[in-house]
């Protein structure tokens, strides 16, 4: 157990192997804010931990060589947050996006920290929104769109736009 002040301000208090961060340990902000408490493996986040950012977003999940790997939920300052799977330190596979009230905002595919594939999302009052194929982050491909639970446009989209 050991204490290390760093020429940036940053302020490491855990655990130690070798000279690295090893084992459980908390990394504070100059301002004495945490920045990250959880497990580090040879200097990097790696196993369980918690990262705060400045603006009050932060990140509860599984690292693996200091990115986010595994289950993981990411709580936005405004509310919003996003439960599921990260790769390489962005969301990946089917994952959902809330609301600050709690109900669905989005569900369903993620590719490289965007909606890609199969999903739907839905008004923050819970009522389906879209329900279709998504292209980073765009609706593409096949999809309804709906409004108060009224198919209003079933056809193509390409790159957000209906297809004409």
């Known amino acids: 157990m050991g204490i290390l002040t760093y020429a940036n301000g940053l302020r490491y208090m855990g655990n130690w192997y070798d000279g690295n961060r090893h084992g459980q ?3 504070f902000q100059a301002n004495g804010n945490k920045y990250y408490e959880g497990e580090w ?5 790696h196993g369980k931990g918690i990262f705060y950012w400045p603006n009050g ?12 790997e595994g289950f993981g939920i ?13 790769q390489n330190g ?18 369903g595919e ?10 739907k999302s839905y008004n923050s009052d819970g009522s389906l929104l879209y329900d279709g194929e998504w292209k980073e982050g765009l609706r593409h491909g096949r999809g309804t769109e709906y409004n108060m639970g009224v198919v209003i446009y079933e056809g193509e989209w390409k790159n957000g736009l209906k297809a004409q």
């Not at 977003?57 to 986010?68: A, H, P, T």
């Not at 990411?74 to 990260?86: I, K, L, S, T, V």
């Not at 993620?110 to 999903?119: A, V």
């Open 57 to 68: 977003d932060r990140f509860e999940g599984n690292w693996f060589n200091d990115l986010r």
């Open 110 to 119: 993620w590719k490289n920290g965007t909606m890609h594939g199969k999903g």
């Open 25 to 27: 340990g908390t990394m």
């Open 90 to 107: 962005q969301c990946q596979g089917v994952g959902t996006c809330y609301w600050p009230n709690g109900n669905v905002m989005y569900h």
């Open 74 to 86: 990411y709580y936005m300052a405004n509310g919003e947050r996003y439960e599921g799977p990260w």
């Open 41 to 45: 493996r040879h200097g990097m986040r």
